[in-house]
C-alpha cells in the first residue's frame, strides 16, 4: 500500500511539473516576436534600430555588449542588452524598445 500511494503522489507531482512546464512554454511562445513583425515595427517607426538601443546602454553602462534580444513585457516592448564591464560583471538592462529610455538595471 505505501509502495502505490508514494507512486500516486510522485505521478502527480510529475503531471503538475509537466503542466507547469507546458504552460511557461505557451505563454512564452506568445511573447516572441517574429522577424518579419521586428521589420514591421522597425518600419512603422514603433522601435528604434539596434544600433541606437546599443549606443544607449553602451552609454547608460560601458562594457562589451555580449547579447541583445527584443521581447514583448506586460505588452510594452523592451531591448534586454547584457554587458560584461571592464571587472568581468555582468550587467543586464531592459530598454524600452520606442523611447530608448533604461527602464531597469541589474548587475551580476
Known amino acids: 500500500m505505501s509502495r502505490t500511494v508514494t507512486l500516486s503522489f510522485a505521478l502527480a507531482a510529475a503531471s503538475i511539473v509537466a503542466a507547469t512546464a507546458i504552460g511557461a512554454d505557451f505563454a512564452h511562445a506568445d511573447d516572441r516576436i517574429r522577424r518579419s513583425e521586428v521589420r514591421e515595427l522597425r518600419e512603422a517607426g514603433k522601435i528604434l534600430p539596434m544600433e541606437d538601443i546599443l549606443a544607449r546602454a ?9 547579447e541583445i534580444e527584443l521581447d514583448r513585457e506586460n505588452g510594452r516592448l523592451v531591448y534586454d542588452v547584457k554587458l560584461i564591464d571592464d571587472a568581468d560583471a555582468i550587467h543586464k538592462l531592459e530598454l524600452d524598445a520606442a523611447t530608448g529610455e533604461v527602464i531597469r538595471r541589474s548587475r551580476r
Open 58 to 66: 553602451r552609454t547608460a553602462q560601458p562594457g562589451q555588449v555580449v
